[in-house]
């Protein structure tokens, strides 16, 4: 026999755990799949950020009580290299506690993962390797092998929340490539600044220092063939390299952790909704990193989502009518967060000579702007809908 959900999670990374929790204790069947055999991502080596807006979320949620180590960041330092062109903002000017937050992927899966430990009513299948998604009229069908067998399960509503890849052949994405890969490490340095994430624009790419810890965690973009040729260099050599783009702000920069490296790409889903199903985080949008806006989208996709399921729970559940209620409460939101990171990415990633006064003369202008400032501020903590 055929299992039947009400809601079908594919992936259970932070974001589909996210969507999981908010279902929880609203008379639903919900059934989560994860390819991992492992309940925690423990090998994911990235620090993300997260705006002050989900935290308010996983505090709804029941996972922000639980975290440790993390870092906040009550200023964001905006600037451009080889310019005077730039811009401050205060956690304190927009009275909130901290713009947000730095700590490892991998602690915040635990966390999300041990709030689902508490959910007696979401089924969590680990190892469930999804091969199959298709939909009918009146429901959504997936095919999965785990522990070597096949099985299979319907759905009022698949949600496809980690890569998207199952419906890529028949909804391919829109894919930007952006020339550029982003490489990821810690460093120390000689004079941190405990609570101050810098970004600092350079012609290769944007630059970005969130504080953590004992030092810093680097984002730095550029070119395909320079991030690969970068993972090589002695620490030395590297150290060197940041110190020459970035400056004397932070004093030296003393060491560096083990680096990794990943392509930067805009991949987009034409549509985040199909016939009883609906495509969230970066299954349905993979953003550039500048701003840290992607995961951050991500996590307001499932909450939007969850919020839609329960107002048409339980008979309308992936309905055209649902699907068509989410599509429309997000498209301001994603359609702005994907202008927001696209533009900054083609504004300053080049050394166009016309255009570097123009872009510090901007940095300039906004920084005695305090409407302008809250308004860019506010969209970073909470989206557009914020």
């Not at 200023?75 to 005077?84: E, L, N, P, R």
């Not at 989410?326 to 990415?345: E, M, P, S």
């Amino acid at each position: 026999m055929t299992d039947h959900y009400d809601v079908a999670i594919i992936g259970g990374g932070p974001v589909g755990a996210a969507l999981a929790l908010a279902l929880r204790d609203n008379d639903l069947k919900v059934v989560l799949l994860e390819a991992r055999t492992s309940e925690v991502n423990t090998s994911d080596p990235r620090a993300l950020a997260l705006s002050y807006g989900t935290r308010l979320l996983l505090q709804r949620l029941g996972a922000w009580q639980s975290l440790r180590n993390v870092s906040g960041i009550a200023t964001i330092a905006i600037t451009q290299k080889d310019s005077s062109g730039h811009t401050t903002l205060r956690a304190d000017e927009l009275k909130v506690p901290d713009m947000g937050y730095v700590l490892p992927y991998t602690a915040l899966h635990a966390a999300l993962q041990a709030a689902l430990h508490d959910s007696t009513d979401i089924t969590c299948l680990y190892g469930a390797a999804v091969e199959h998604l298709s939909s009918t009229q009146q429901d959504a069908l997936i095919r999965y092998r785990r522990h070597g067998t096949e099985h299979a399960l319907t759905a009022r509503l698949a949600v496809v929340a980690d890569g998207g890849k199952l419906l890529e052949t028949t909804h391919p994405p829109q894919i930007t490539d952006y020339g550029q890969s982003g490489l990821i490490a810690h460093v120390t340095c000689t004079q941190p600044h405990p609570g101050y994430a810098f970004e600092h624009f350079t012609a290769q790419g944007p630059m970005a220092l969130l504080p953590y810890l004992d030092g810093y965690e680097l984002v730095l973009t550029a070119p395909h063939a320079q991030a690969e040729a970068m993972l090589a260099w002695d620490d030395a050599t590297f150290l060197a390299y940041l110190q020459q783009h970035f400056g004397d702000r932070l004093g030296s920069f003393t060491g560096i952790g083990p680096r990794n490296c990943y392509p930067l790409r805009l991949k987009r889903a034409p549509d985040i909704t199909l016939p009883h199903m609906v495509l969230i985080g970066n299954a349905a949008q993979t953003l550039h990193p500048v701003a840290g806006q992607g995961f951050n989208m991500g996590i307001r996709d499932a909450w939007e989502l969850a919020q839609t399921i329960l107002d048409h729970a339980p008979d309308n559940i992936g309905s055209a009518a649902m699907c068509k209620a989410y599509r429309d409460a997000r498209r301001v939101d994603r359609n702005a967060g994907i202008r927001f990171t696209d533009g900054l990415v083609r504004l300053f990633s080049n050394d166009l000579p016309l255009l570097a006064p123009a872009r510090a003369a901007a940095l300039s202008l906004l920084d005695h702007l305090p409407f302008a400032k809250r308004f860019v501020a506010r969209r970073m903590m909470f989206g557009a809908n914020g």
